[in-house]
C-alpha cells in the first residue's frame, strides 16, 4: 500500500532562517506531488505541484521554492523565512490521471511551522 | 477558473440526527468533485468522488454525497451523525484542464455533532 511521509511534524524557526521541508512517497511510482499551506485551520492554498523529476509549477509568488531531486521526493524550501510563513504545511500525491481516470489526492500529516 | 463554495463555516448537529454539508461549484466543463476530512492536526482523508455516473455517491464512514448538475451542488449527507464524525469537511474541484491533478478547495466547514 501507499504511505506519504513528511518531516518535521512541527518547527519553529526565527524570522529570517532557512527552511527545509521533506516529503516522500511509498509504494507508488511516477506519482504527482503537491505543497500546500493551511492557515488558521481553514482552507488550503497550493503552493506547488510537480509532475515529475526536476518538474515544478509554483502558484503563488512567495519566498518559498521547491524540488523534485527523485520520483517519489518533495522537498520545500525558503532562503529567509517571513513571519507570514507560519502555518500548517501539507504534501500530498495523487495518481497521475489516465484518459478518463480521475484520482484523488492522499495527504501526509503535516508540519506545523512557526515562525518567530 | 473553476472555484467551490462552502457557504456555512460551521454545522451542528445532535448525535443521531441527519447532517448535510453544503458545496456549490463554478467550472468550466464537466465538473470532478471530491469531498475530504480533516481531523485536528491531521492531513486530509479522501471520503468520496463524483467524476462521472450516479447522482449519489458513496463513501467512507457512511457518507454520501448528491450531485446536482442544475444547481451546481454536491452537498454531503450522512443519514445518523457521530460524535466521531466532528471534523472539518472541504469540497474540492479538479482542474480538468491539465493532468497535473490541482484541485481547487473550498474554506472548509467545521462539523460538530453534539452527543
Known amino acids: 500500500s501507499q504511505t506519504i511521509h513528511q518531516w518535521p511534524a512541527t518547527l519553529v524557526q526565527p524570522v529570517g532562517s532557512p527552511l527545509s521541508l521533506e516529503c516522500t512517497v511509498e509504494g507508488t511510482s511516477n506519482p504527482n506531488l503537491y505543497w500546500y499551506r493551511q492557515a488558521a485551520g481553514r482552507g488550503l492554498q497550493l503552493l506547488f505541484y510537480?509532475?515529475?523529476?526536476?518538474?515544478i509549477s509554483s502558484e503563488v509568488p512567495q519566498n518559498l521554492s521547491a524540488s523534485r531531486p527523485q520520483d517519489r521526493q518533495f522537498i520545500l524550501s525558503s532562503k529567509k523565512l517571513l513571519l507570514s510563513d507560519s502555518g500548517f504545511y501539507l504534501c500530498?500525491?495523487?495518481?497521475?490521471?489516465?484518459?478518463?481516470?480521475?484520482?484523488?489526492?492522499?495527504f501526509g500529516p503535516g508540519t506545523r511551522l512557526t515562525v518567530l | 477558473a473553476q472555484s467551490v463554495a462552502q457557504p456555512e463555516d460551521q454545522v451542528n448537529v445532535a448525535e443521531g440526527n441527519p447532517l448535510t454539508v453544503k458545496c456549490t461549484y463554478s467550472?468550466?466543463?464537466?465538473?470532478?468533485l471530491f469531498w475530504y476530512v480533516q481531523y485536528p492536526n491531521r492531513g486530509l482523508q479522501f471520503l468520496l468522488k463524483y467524476i462521472t455516473g450516479d447522482n449519489l455517491v458513496k463513501g467512507s464512514y457512511g457518507f454520501e454525497a448528491e450531485f446536482n448538475k442544475s444547481q451546481t451542488s454536491f452537498h454531503l449527507k450522512k443519514p445518523s451523525a457521530l460524535v466521531s464524525d466532528s471534523a472539518l469537511y472541504f469540497c474540492?474541484?479538479?482542474?480538468?484542464?491539465?493532468?497535473?491533478?490541482?484541485?481547487?478547495f473550498g474554506d472548509g466547514t467545521t462539523l460538530t455533532v453534539k452527543p
Open positions: 500530498a500525491w495523487s495518481v497521475r490521471a489516465s484518459g478518463r481516470l480521475i484520482y484523488e489526492q492522499f
Open positions: 467550472v468550466s466543463g464537466n465538473p470532478y
Open positions: 474540492a474541484v479538479r482542474d480538468t484542464n491539465t493532468n497535473a491533478g490541482k484541485s481547487t
Open positions: 510537480s509532475v515529475g523529476i526536476g518538474q
